[in-house]
């Protein structure tokens, strides 16, 4: 009897999620599917398909570039993703109050994430121009000596394109918590008050709590986007100097696209899965654990 | 805190002036790009990037903006765009809540698994696969047509992940009181989930709209016929081999822009507190 | 209670509007060939010549895809992944040419080039470059050579002569010194070195004594040094503000920032319409590239733009009658009256191009475009796209200034090596 209910619940769960992973399923799951096939072989996209077993895996720690383009990608990540989560969180945490032009102050703040990417490169290179830039500006009228390249500087050119990200994420992401603030009860707050609470602990203690389900995916979400990164860094530093910021997807691109090898492409790709796994089950696990519902 | 409650001591005059010297700083720092797409869009080419920089040009040209109607179709293109943009929408705010519900409110088999797997695709650049998809795809007779980049878009996992988490934060008492009630689990979601939903969903819609309106290797990809093209793809029309017509490309960008803001305003309204109200009085 | 719901119905129609809207292609009563081409837009060349073709076969229809330049390699290798049966494909650059062939992509024509007896000593040897094992994929229409612009009335206001035909590499340096003025943003640049590595490099070939693709890249030094010299004189704008400003070659040489400018010959008919249109007005003229010494001047570096049939084209005839006439003679002169350089360049097709309204009048720039020896770019190689990025890196690191001109050429030799010595 029991058993049957279950099965009926499933049923009507599966009905839920068939339409979208039908489609998911035959547009986007398959061609994924073959892409991790090919890891274990070698395939220029338009010969015969070679199986080489690990070799593809066995080649990528003695390739300079591989390790440099995953070195760049996981300081990238460490920088972009705790920055870009506390500007928006705290952003959208201003702009949900009454204030005056908030409308106004949202839109400007969204607007990095629709411009033109030239456009924000342009900017961002504009302001950190090395010889003509307020930025450098700034610094030498303070005294400083050794004035730093930005994007043109080996050294310099990952925090400038870090910076450019946090500065084009932070309007996305302010949206997520924006919605997600909507549904914090108002009666929480006021409850609060009453018991004396001041606005950084109703902060801690209301809106982070209550919050935990879009932090998860603003985690998830930065973290996999920055993992993905290309178009961005392709037009401020093409990838440079030199290679100072090649990311992963840099590596995967030149592999399929100028070396036309589609079965390392995927090897590196996995390697790229592999750890954005490990980090998505990290987090589902202290999602379970932090998640309050009301 | 979920809201600014500042009244008028003469601190929280001072803390409500700070907060809006701050904002107005990072507000001009954000709409800077914007600033520079309007003065390049109204430059001759050979001064668009060049120093010292103006920020309005002495001679405004503003032909640039009936030069790229005439330049390239982008009328055509415009119109390619809205289509598909409209259609990949509506298919996925559907979908997605859809299955988002099941993730969120119902129990089955499979369902952690499952979320993960979803969750997880998402981390796979589209470079990777984008090759063996178009070989299907072009297999299925669908290169060369818009169905094929709604089929493609239309069902996306990003979506069934940002719509579960809001679901999530809908209190589980809403739901088996309902059930109590007799109500079946689609009508759980019409009724209920679907009204509550309006933040989320305004949010994949901004989302969705931006990333179909800007999409540019789709496009790319799979069109080969010019009356199918889209807007970047009509940009790209600026790009000859060795030089790039900037000043065109921002004027079009900044119309092509038109439509985004206008969604992004009208859908502010379910940002604002009170519309999706939640709590549940004792 | 409102309620969010998609409205069913408009859904269907949308879905069945996309599907009736879907491409579909017309019944072909003639042969029709399909095209690949890039920025069909901006090639005026391109539909004179289809138009002059479809005339003197009117069974013959030529449609074109067009594809964005910089996408070009990238979008044409995935449509062929997937068995594209497009008849002809336009070849952009030698890397695109290698991985083609590489990947068993285009027809060999040598069998047709002999059946047809089609003359190759017109090409001037180009296509020796561009053979592989004794067997030829595309056959070229378009070759640019590298020359010297320069800005007559900034010399004039410098008071330094013109730059001649038969100019070595220290001459122009020096010339570029002389000719150099001013401070900060009215500073006038002897020359200009465009971001790209070639605009360095080139020079290094010209004597032919090195190939670009090997295993020891100290012969570049002595170019590497003058450059960085000038850089550090200020002769020229230097690396990183062109690349972080994104500053292009052609909008200084218009606002007369810039007195020389060794460019591609590509660029003569920019210069021409951007003075019909006024945003151009100096005087200008071209003279040949610069050669080091003991090497004729005349000598040059260039590239070829090619035809190729497709392999999984199922009109390979045709479409090969096709790409004979718009590589052959005739195209020759039809791509000289828009102002492009031809891959056959002879005596009438030199003079149309000296002839154009707009073209520098003076003897020197007539003679310019006459040249001994054109060395290509970029040679054909299996490797080339993985050595090309290497160069590229590379030379941004030595550019920047981020390592010394000896560094960053033992790290080309390092890497180079690396990267010819795998599978």
């Known amino acids: 009897m029991r058993n049957r209910h279950l099965l009926k619940n499933d049923l009507i769960a599966y009905s839920f999620l068939l339409p979208n992973f039908l489609g998911f399923l035959i547009f986007t799951l398959v061609p994924i599917g073959f892409s991790f096939v090919l890891a274990l072989m070698e395939w220029d996209g338009a010969n015969e398909i070679k199986f080489v077993g690990w070799d593809n895996f066995l080649a990528l720690p003695g390739d300079e570039t591989f390790r440099i383009s995953l070195v760049n990608t996981l300081y990238y990540v460490v920088g972009v993703v705790p920055l870009t989560l506390v500007c928006s969180l705290g952003l959208a945490v201003l702009l949900n109050g009454k204030l005056r032009g908030r409308n106004v102050f949202r839109s400007i703040l969204f607007f990095p994430y629709v411009a033109s990417l030239v456009a924000v490169a342009v900017i961002w290179n504009m302001i950190f121009h090395p010889t003509m830039g307020p930025v450098n500006f700034l610094l030498y009228s303070l005294g400083v000596q050794k004035l730093p390249g930005w994007s043109a500087s080996v050294d310099w050119a990952m925090p400038t394109v870090i910076l450019a990200s946090i500065w084009k994420g932070t309007g996305y992401f302010m949206i997520i918590y924006l919605a997600a603030l909507q549904g914090v009860p108002k009666y929480l707050y006021e409850a609060a008050e009453i018991d004396g609470a001041n606005a950084w602990k109703k902060f801690r203690k209301i809106t982070v709590p209550m919050l935990t389900p879009a932090t998860f995916f603003v985690v998830m979400m930065l973290t996999i986007n920055s993992f993905k990164v290309f178009d961005l860094i392709y037009v401020m530093t093409g990838g440079g100097p030199g290679r100072a910021t090649n990311v992963l997807v840099y590596a995967i691109y030149n592999a399929a696209f100028i070396q036309f090898q589609f079965g390392y492409s995927s090897a590196i790709a996995i390697v790229l899965f592999v750890i954005v796994l490990a980090v998505t089950l990290v987090q589902f696990r202290m999602e379970r654990k932090w998640v309050s519902y009301v | 805190m979920g809201q600014l409650r500042l009244n008028r001591r003469p601190g929280a005059i001072l803390g409500k002036t700070l907060v809006y010297l701050f904002l107005i700083l990072v507000a001009a720092g954000m709409i800077l790009p914007f600033l520079w797409m309007v003065s390049a869009s109204l430059k001759l080419e050979k001064d668009v990037f060049r120093y010292p920089f103006e920020w309005w040009p002495k001679v405004p040209i503003w032909k640039n903006y009936t030069e790229i109607w005439t330049k390239v179709p982008f009328l055509t293109f415009t119109f390619n765009t809205a289509k598909l943009t409209l259609i990949i929408t509506v298919l996925q705010l559907f979908t997605s809540s859809f299955a988002a519900y099941a993730f969120a409110k119902l129990d089955f088999r499979g369902k952690n698994l499952l979320f993960l797997g979803y969750v997880s695709t998402i981390a796979i650049p589209w470079q990777v696969y984008m090759v063996p998809q178009f070989i299907m795809m072009r297999h299925l007779g669908l290169s060369d047509t818009h169905l094929a980049l709604i089929l493609l878009q239309a069902f996306s996992a990003f979506g069934v992940f940002l719509m579960r988490q809001f679901y999530v934060s809908v209190p589980d008492e809403l739901v088996q009181a309902a059930r109590v009630d007799g109500m079946n689990e689609y009508g759980i979601w019409a009724k209920i989930m679907v009204p509550l939903s309006k933040p989320p969903m305004a949010t994949l819609t901004i989302f969705t709209f931006v990333f179909v309106w800007n999409d540019f290797m789709g496009p790319l990809i799979y069109i080969n016929t010019q009356d199918l093209k889209t807007i970047q793809l009509g940009l790209r029309m600026f790009i000859s081999q060795y030089s790039a017509e900037y000043a065109l490309i921002m004027a079009a960008s900044l119309v092509s822009l038109i439509p985004v803001f206008v969604v992004f305003f009208s859908l502010q309204r379910f940002f604002v507190e009170g519309v999706a109200s939640t709590g549940i009085k004792n | ?423």
């Open chain 3, 1 to 423: 209670m409102k309620t969010f719901r998609p409205i069913p119905g408009a859904l269907v129609l949308a879905l069945v509007f996309s599907l009736v809207t879907a491409g579909t292609t017309a019944a072909a009563d003639k042969t029709v060939l399909k095209m690949v081409v890039w920025d069909a837009a901006n090639t005026a060349y391109l539909q004179p010549l289809i138009q002059a073709y479809q005339e003197k076969h009117p069974q013959v229809s030529v449609s074109i895809i067009d594809i964005p330049p910089n996408e070009y390699q990238d979008k044409l290798s995935i449509m062929l992944s997937g068995g594209e049966d497009a008849d002809i494909i336009s070849v952009k650059d030698i890397p695109g040419y290698a991985g083609m062939v590489n990947r068993k992509q285009l027809e060999p024509l040598m069998p047709l080039i002999k059946r047809d007896k089609v003359n190759l000593d017109a090409y001037s040897g180009v296509t020796n470059d561009i053979t592989v094992n004794n067997e030829l994929f595309a056959l070229p229409f378009r070759s640019d050579i590298w020359i010297l612009y320069y800005n007559k009335d900034l010399f004039d206001k410098a008071g330094v002569a013109y730059p001649t035909n038969d100019l070595t590499w220290d001459q122009y340096a020096t010339m570029a010194q002389k000719v150099s003025s001013g401070f900060g943003t009215d500073r006038v640049y002897g020359s200009h070195y465009h971001t790209w590595r070639s605009t360095v490099e080139l020079p290094t070939v010209q004597d032919g004594k090195h190939p670009i693709i090997t295993t020891d890249y100290g012969f570049m030094k002595p170019y590497y040094d003058m450059v960085v010299k000038m850089q550090n004189d200020k002769t020229v704008m230097d690396f990183a503000s062109l690349k972080v400003g994104n500053i292009h070659y052609s909008g200084v040489f218009y606002n007369n920032q810039v007195a020389m400018l060794p460019m591609g010959s590509w660029f003569i008919s920019t210069v021409i319409a951007k003075h019909k249109t006024g945003e151009a007005t100096m005087n200008w003229g071209i003279v040949k590239y610069p050669h080091p010494v003991g090497v004729k001047a005349g000598t040059t570096a260039g590239t070829i733009t090619s035809m190729a049939v497709n392999k999984a084209s199922k009109q390979k005839d045709a479409a090969w009658d096709f790409v004979k006439f718009f590589c052959g003679p005739e195209g020759a002169k039809i791509l000289a009256s828009v102002g492009n350089l031809p891959a056959i360049r002879d005596k009438d097709v030199m003079k149309i191009l000296a002839d154009r309204p707009g073209f520098p009048t003076d003897a020197n720039s007539r003679e310019a475009l006459n040249t001994t020896t054109v060395r290509l770019e970029l040679p054909m190689h299996e490797k080339v796209g993985i050595i090309e990025r290497i160069l590229n890196e590379e030379h941004e690191l030595i550019m920047t200034g981020s390592v010394t001109v000896d560094q960053g050429l033992a790290e080309m030799t390092r890497r180079v090596k690396e990267a010819l010595g795998q599978k």
